[in-house]
């Protein structure tokens, strides 16, 4: 049985899948996919901290699927941009847990995460599944992955 460890960029993946689809992504059919016929080394979602209870209620339905969720406040620029960040944050997790699954699976379209993957898939001979947004997965990101899943059909929330 093959080793998995999920890693999903909430933030990358709500907006990109509201731009293109206006619906939300389907985390119990991913997490469905991603863990069929394998044993969890980790799953964890990485998401910003509002101190909303609409998001703090997402974030117990994904604690409740199997995730462990980790926070990061969400910071409101004096110049409205706002920033909650978490690549760092995934790329060390990715690369400490990489060493131990035969898989890492992905969930974010940012092609920052092309050298991770690559990394993973060169030095610790652990396969790559990326999930993203057709059109909104750098083709960076795609090329370095061993897998690439688009996000379409049944990993969406009827509206």
């Known amino acids: 049985m093959q080793k998995v460890t999920i890693l999903v960029d909430v933030q990358n993946i709500y907006y990109t899948t509201r731009q293109a689809f206006g619906c939300s992504f389907d985390y119990n059919e991913f997490w469905r996919r ?21 998001q703090q209620q997402f974030q117990n339905i994904l604690r409740a699927i199997g995730f462990e969720v980790k926070l990061k406040p969400y910071i409101q620029r004096v110049d409205g941009s706002s920033k909650c960040d978490w690549d760092v944050g995934i790329t060390i997790d990715a690369m400490e847990l990489g060493r131990e699954s035969d898989v890492l699976v992905l969930a974010s379209g940012d092609g920052d995460f092309d050298l991770l993957a690559r990394k993973l898939v060169n030095d610790f001979n652990t396969e790559v599944e990326v999930y993203g947004v057709d059109g909104l997965t750098a083709a960076s990101l795609i090329n370095a992955s061993s897998t690439y899943v688009p996000i379409a059909g049944d990993l969406l929330l009827a509206k």
């Open 34 to 54: 991603a863990t069929h016929d394998r044993q969890v080394v980790k799953a964890i979602a990485y998401a910003s901290d509002r101190g909303d209870a609409k």
